[in-house]
C-alpha cells in the first residue's frame, strides 16, 4: 500500500517547516503566496490530500455554482432550479444559470463561459446530442467539482443524481400490462441520453418479465415535443394492428398523444391506455388526468447542490459518492385505467 | 441651454494633457489608477457624458448580471428567464439568479448579495409584499442600472419593461361582458404590484364603460395559488345571487376554479365563463380551453437584457427610455363563448 503523504514530507523536500506548509494549506494570510504557490504545487504533485485540500487549492473562491440545464422553460428543470437555488442562497453560494438549448456545441461554449467565470463547482444536466466528456476534462485537471443531475455522464471524478430510470419505465410498462395492454407502443427520446435508455430499458424488462416479444416497429425515437406527439398518434392511427396502450417519455408529448387521440375519436383509456412521465403540472389537468411518474425535480435541485457545497467544504467529496439515485413514483390515474 | 462638458474642460481644471483625460475616461492600462480616478471622479463631478462614459465608469465590470425574480417555478418565469440567458449569452454575459420566494426580506438579502458581486446590472420582478425601494438604493448610487420587469417600481433612475395591465384587464372584462355576463367576479392578487391593480383597474374601467356598477363582494383579494382558486369557487357557490363570469389574474388560479366549478356541477361557459390570464401551458389543456391574455414572457425576458446591454454599452441609457410596454394580446377560448 502507497504511504499517504504528509505535510512534513512536503515540509522535508522544500526545506521548510511544517507550521509554515500547514499554514499554507490552509491559505493563511502570513504565507506569502509565492511561497504558498510552491507548496501547494508541491502537495498536488505528490498527491497530498486533507479533507479541506480540495477547498484550499481553489484559493480564490468564488462562492458561485455554475449551472448547464438544456432548457430554462420547462417544468420540470425550474423545480430543479428552484430548489437549487433554496439551497445554494442558505449557504452563501449564487448560481450561475446557463441553458444549451440542447445543443452540444452551445453546452460546449456555456462550459468555457463557466470556466472563464471561476465557479467553484459545476452542476450539468446535458445537452439531446452530448456526445463526448472532453469539454469538461479542463474543469477535472483543475480539481473544480462536477456534478451531474438527471441526464448525466459517468465519470470517476464526477457525482451523479439521478432516479432509477429502469426501475420507473419498468414500473409504468408493467401498470399498463396489468391492465391488459398487450401492444405497447414506446415513444422515446434519444437513446444516448440515460434517461431515455434506462426508460426504454425499463419498457423491455417489463415486456420480458410478461412473457410479451419486443416489437420495434412500435418504438419511436423522437424529440419528444408536442409536435412529435402528433406525428406519433398520425402514425399510430394508420397502423393495421393498433396498439392498446402508448407509454411516452415525457408529460408534456403525452398530453399532446392524448389531445391527438381525442381528437381522432379514440377513448382513453378503453381503446387506449396512455402513460407518462414527469408528473408536469399539466398531467392533473388534462382529461382524463394522465397517469405518469412523479419525478422530484425539486429534491434533484436541492441534493445536487447539498452535495457539492459539502465537497466544496470538505464534508463529503463528490468521488466517494459516485450515484445518488433518488424516489420516484408511478402515479396512477384515470388515463390508464380500464 | 447649458453647455456640455468636455475633455478639455477635464484636462484645464486638472492640469492635465486632454490626451491624458481621454486615455483614462477610456480605461486605458498607460494611465495610472490614482490619476485616473481623480479624472474619473472630477467627470463625474462635472457631469461629463460620452458614449462609453457609463462603462468606463465601471472599471470593475465583471460581465454578469443579477437576476431577482419571485419564484423560479413558474412557467412564466421560465419563459422569461429563457429569453433573458439567450441574450446574454450571445452578448457574452452570464446571469446570477436568485428568487425572493415573494419574500420582502428574502428580496434584500438577494439584492445585497448581487451588490457584493458586482454584477454590471441588475434585472428585478419584486416580491408579493414588497413596499419600499430603499433596498436599491446602493446600485443607484453607484450608477449600476436596475432595471424592473413585469412587478415594477417606478423610479427616475430605473428603466420598466411590462404589459399594460390595464389594456388587457380591460379588453378580458369587456369581453366576458360581450358574452353576456353582468355580474363579474375577479380574483386577483396584491394590489400593491402593478401587475394586479392594473388589470382591476382595467376591469373597473370595462364595467364603467358599459355602465355596470362595481360591486365589492365579487373582487377576492388572494395570492392566487391553486387553493385561492379553491377557497374562491367555495365562497361563490354560498352566494345569493351568483356571478355569471368570472376574471382571474392568473391561469393557475383560473384553472383551479374550472375543476372546482365542474366538481360542483357548474357548466362552464353557460352557468358561468371564466377567464384567466398569462397565457400559461396549462390553458390549453384544461377542459373548456381557457381565455386567457397571451403574456410574451420570453419577449419580456429578451429586452430586458437587450435593454440593460445597450445601457452597459454605452448605446442607449436606460433612464432616457424609462417604460417599454411590450405588446399583450387577449386569446378567445371555449371557457368564455356562450
Do not use: W
Request: proline share 3%; hydrophobic share 40%.
Amino acid at each position: 500500500m502507497e504511504k499517504e503523504v504528509t505535510i512534513y514530507d512536503i515540509a522535508k523536500i522544500l526545506q521548510l517547516s511544517p507550521a509554515t506548509v500547514s499554514r499554507a494549506l490552509n491559505d493563511h494570510p502570513a504565507i506569502n503566496s509565492k511561497t504558498k504557490l510552491s507548496i501547494v504545487t508541491k502537495a498536488a504533485e505528490l498527491g497530498y490530500r486533507s479533507n479541506t485540500f480540495a477547498s484550499n487549492l481553489r484559493r480564490k473562491s468564488t462562492s458561485t455554482l455554475g449551472v448547464i440545464v438544456p432548457r430554462l422553460d420547462s417544468s420540470f428543470m425550474s423545480a430543479v432550479l428552484a430548489g437549487m437555488e433554496a439551497v445554494a442562497n442558505q449557504a452563501g453560494y449564487n448560481l450561475l444559470i446557463s441553458q444549451s438549448l440542447e445543443s452540444q456545441g452551445k453546452e460546449k461554449t456555456n462550459v468555457k463561459t463557466m470556466y472563464n467565470s471561476r465557479v467553484d463547482g459545476l452542476l450539468v444536466s446535458v445537452a439531446y446530442d452530448t456526445e463526448g466528456f472532453e469539454h469538461f476534462e479542463n474543469f477535472v485537471k483543475k480539481n473544480i467539482p462536477v456534478l451531474f443531475f438527471d441526464r448525466i455522464f459517468d465519470h470517476p471524478a464526477c457525482a451523479s443524481i439521478v432516479i432509477d430510470n429502469v426501475q420507473a419505465g419498468f414500473e409504468i410498462t408493467s401498470h399498463l400490462i396489468e391492465q391488459g395492454c398487450r401492444r405497447i407502443m414506446h415513444v422515446t427520446g434519444n437513446l444516448k441520453r440515460n434517461v431515455y435508455s434506462g426508460r426504454y430499458q425499463g419498457y423491455q424488462n417489463a415486456l420480458a418479465k410478461y412473457g410479451i416479444p419486443l416489437d420495434e416497429s412500435l418504438i419511436m425515437v423522437t424529440d419528444l415535443s408536442q409536435e412529435a406527439g402528433e406525428a406519433a398518434i398520425e402514425k399510430l392511427a394508420e397502423m393495421d394492428n393498433k396498439p392498446d396502450g402508448i407509454f411516452i417519455a415525457n408529460d408534456i408529448c403525452a398530453v399532446s398523444c392524448v389531445q391527438a387521440l381525442k381528437k381522432r375519436g379514440f377513448k382513453i383509456p378503453v381503446d387506449i391506455a396512455v402513460a407518462g412521465f414527469n408528473n408536469d403540472p399539466v398531467s392533473k389537468v388534462i382529461e382524463p388526468n394522465l397517469t405518469t411518474i412523479f419525478y422530484p425535480g425539486r429534491e434533484m435541485g436541492e441534493v445536487a447542490v447539498r452535495t457539492m457545497i459539502n465537497h466544496l467544504k470538505g464534508v463529503q467529496k463528490i468521488d466517494t459518492t459516485n450515484t445518488v439515485i433518488l424516489k420516484s413514483e408511478l402515479i396512477v390515474r384515470e388515463s390508464t385505467v380500464k
